[in-house]
């Protein structure tokens, strides 16, 4: 079946320690983005990647890390994770980002940094 | 910077109306445009998409019109029915950048 993986699914964790979330696509896609979605603010890009080992940032990049070392994962990682990072997050897949192709996304990780 | 506005933030029609959905941007390289729906706790689920060089375009009851000299997009939803609920968002991809942006999202209530 092709999907979007994310891992975990929900996180309660504490300030300043570093967490990795990951993101897993099995359908070949070159494109793949982090979103984090908070109420009356839509979804926000935080980093995207139009292919292996090309990043660039997106709206929101500031305490966020991302790596594209194969085509099918992009995690996401939080150095030293704050309060203002508990959000909804979500990976999304592309085939081809810029010449207009339907996201896929993944069923969303649930970040608490207390 | 790039931005899409979405308007309005919460709609609320009877059940067999027609709702609609406007959205402006700002970039104008961005030559995608697709709209999401978004039920209470699950993902964003692509309902139409439209590209630059299209005006219009329907699938059932669901339509889109992209006016690009505005930089304006609509979302309209005939004979709307309860499972037509939830929240609902645009956006718009620049083919300079590939970035995608949303808007802030409509919340539509259909009311039986």
């Known amino acids: 079946e092709a999907q979007v993986t994310q891992n975990p699914r929900y996180l309660i964790t504490v300030t300043g320690k570093k967490l990795t979330v990951t993101c897993s696509q099995n359908?070949?896609?070159?494109?793949m983005s982090w979103y984090r979605q908070d109420p009356g603010l839509g979804l926000r890009q935080i980093y995207y990647?139009?292919?292996?080992?090309?990043?660039d940032k997106g709206d929101v990049p500031e305490g966020y890390k991302v790596s594209r070392k194969e085509k099918r994962n992009f995690p996401l990682i939080l150095e030293s994770p704050s309060p203002n990072q508990t959000s909804l997050y979500f990976c999304a897949s592309s085939f081809r980002g810029g010449l207009g192709q339907p996201q896929h996304f993944g069923d969303g990780t649930r970040l608490s940094i207390l | 910077g790039e931005n899409v506005e979405q308007h309005p933030s919460t709609l609320s029609v009877q059940e067999g109306d027609s709702a609609v959905i406007k959205c402006t941007y700002s970039d104008s390289a961005s030559n995608y445009f697709p709209w999401y729906k978004q039920e209470l706790g699950k993902r964003p689920q692509l309902i139409i998409d439209i590209r630059s060089n299209v005006g219009e375009k329907k699938d059932q009851r669901i339509a889109v019109t992209l006016n690009k000299t505005a930089k304006h997009f609509s979302l309209h939803i005939t004979e709307t029915q309860p499972e037509d609920s939830a929240v609902y968002f645009c956006a718009a991809l620049s083919s300079n950048t590939g970035k995608l942006i949303f808007g802030q999202g409509t919340t539509l209530q259909v009311k039986p």
């Open positions: 359908m070949n896609h070159e494109y």
């Open positions: 990647s139009m292919n292996v080992e090309v990043t």
